[in-house]
């Protein structure tokens, strides 16, 4: 396993009075950065089914839905993958057509947008049904007037379901579906020589077929980045709310990005291919109602972007189906787009997740629940602390950040919740400032005192997260 410095984690244990302070120190290392961050690494996915026209001929996705404008904007939204299982299921659905798809790109560029992974169907209930001509026929208009802002295409959504597969009376096995894809993947080259793809988004844990397709494919020169989902805590389906927010809080969710990680991500990294989470989030089937919807939502985030990114992943994409609790952007009471607290996670990394990863140190002696990551932007190291002791006895963090050879004026900001309330749904801040659809985040730095040269000190109170901006030399 290649071992990636930029994070060291200390167990969970919950100790002491409910205000009490444990000592921290957080040294970004001296030694050369790591990989450089993707400029589109934070990015949502939605089911191929959102494009298409409501009742009234509106789109969802157009430049003129301000309000899912603004809140891209406001999270630092840079990738878009549309797909899911409306790609293709239940083959009823309608494929969208070049209205559908010039409304989805004026929104991309009205939302400044970097990239779109955009997915066809793989499954035919016939032969007749001719998809492959007719995936080579969108791709094609795609490619001649949005190929700037295409990533890629993919072709199908999570085949390594029994469920999914089935459907198609010629795919019966990793083989047959593999062959299948490339007689697809090659009407599109046919129709545009430098179509590029990314597959195979397989479901969240079936990691062979990943690692197959990989393997199959890497020589081929078609494949841009190789996708796969995870869903963290599995299925929501009757867990309960506290259980939910102390998994995502809990060193286990840590544990379960290493082993996927080993399983995964070390074989395709083997292979010199990229991968990408193209569908992510806490629980599939929905997620868990008062816990995927609360401010333990957007601690988990925060610390599933870090934790990656330090991992090279290409980037991650937090699935947003139409409309369940784990859903980023989300309507409100009154049907206005709104954000989970999970949305004030994915902006805290865009504020400290822009540039390459850093190694950090962490010493830690009383064993705080607490992960810190390191990434030096453009002349600045940003240093991203998340304690996520919660509850009682929860533990406020005194950290020290020492960064050798910094120059002074260290700014921090901070993720809060009103008293550390990790099942919080409302009154969540980022800088002091709320996150919302009416206009943009307003959230500000503060200068942050320093010690002795080069070291910070900063109380991260329990159940938040600081990001502390220090001037390099």
């Known amino acids: 396993m290649k071992l990636i410095p930029s994070l060291l984690y200390a167990g969970c244990l919950v100790t002491g009075t ?36 409501d009742g009234a001929g509106g789109h969802f996705f157009s430049a003129t839905n301000k309000p899912l404008v603004t809140l891209f904007q406001n999270l630092g939204i840079a990738h878009l993958r549309m797909g899911g299982t409306t790609v293709e299921s239940p083959p009823t659905v309608a494929i969208p057509g070049n209205a559908d798809i010039d409304n989805l790109f004026a929104f991309v560029q009205a939302a400044q947008v970097k990239k779109v992974i955009y997915s066809l169907r793989l499954l035919e209930t016939d032969n007749a049904q001719h998809y492959a001509e007719t995936n080579a026929a969108i791709a094609k208009y795609i490619w001649s007037k949005y190929q700037p802002y295409l990533d890629c295409f993919a072709i199908g959504n999570e085949p390594d379901r029994r469920a999914v597969y089935s459907q198609d009376p010629t795919i019966t096995n990793f083989v047959t579906y593999r062959n299948k894809w490339r007689q697809f993947a090659t009407a599109i080259t046919d129709a545009v020589p430098e179509a590029k793809f990314g597959g195979p988004d397989a479901g969240s844990g079936n990691v062979s ?54 399983k995964m991500a070390t074989p395709v990294l083997a292979d010199g291919l990229p991968y990408r989470f193209t569908e992510a989030n806490d629980h599939y089937s929905g997620g868990v109602p008062g816990a995927s919807d609360t401010y333990a939502g957007a601690l988990w985030a925060l610390d599933f972007l870090h934790w990656w990114a330090a991992h090279e992943a290409r980037g991650v994409n937090f699935h947003n189906t139409q409309w369940v609790v784990n859903d980023v952007i989300t309507p409100d009471a009154n049907r206005r787009l709104t954000i989970n607290p999970k949305g004030f996670g994915i902006k805290a990394f865009d504020l400290g997740g822009h540039g390459s990863t850093e190694p950090v140190t962490i010493s830690n002696s009383e064993g705080i629940n607490l992960t810190a990551y390191a990434v030096r ?33 260290a700014t921090v900001m901070f993720l809060t919740a009103p008293d550390g309330d990790a099942a919080a749904k409302t009154g969540v801040t980022l800088g002091g400032a709320s996150i919302n659809a009416d206009g943009p985040w307003l959230g500000k730095w503060k200068p942050l005192p320093a010690g002795k040269p080069g070291q910070y000190a900063v109380k991260v109170p329990a159940a938040s997260a600081a990001i502390v901006r220090v001037p390099a030399q």
């Open 18 to 53: 409910a205000l009490a302070q444990s000592p921290v120190t957080v040294t970004i290392g001296s030694g050369t950065p790591g990989a450089a961050i993707p400029t589109d690494f934070i990015g949502l996915s939605f089911g191929m089914k959102t494009l298409l026209p």
């Open 209 to 262: 077929w990943t690692t197959r397709f990989a393997r199959a494919e890497k020589n081929a020169g078609i494949l841009r980045v190789v996708t796969e989902h995870f869903y963290v805590g599995g299925a929501g389906k009757d867990v309960a709310a506290q259980q939910g927010i102390d998994a995502m809080l809990s060193p286990g969710w840590i544990a379960a990005n290493q082993k996927l990680y080993d």
């Open 377 to 409: 932007g453009a002349g600045e190291h940003f240093v991203t602390l998340i304690n996520k002791e919660h509850g009682a006895g929860a533990r406020e963090a005194k950290v020290t950040v020492a960064a050798p050879g910094a120059a002074k004026g």
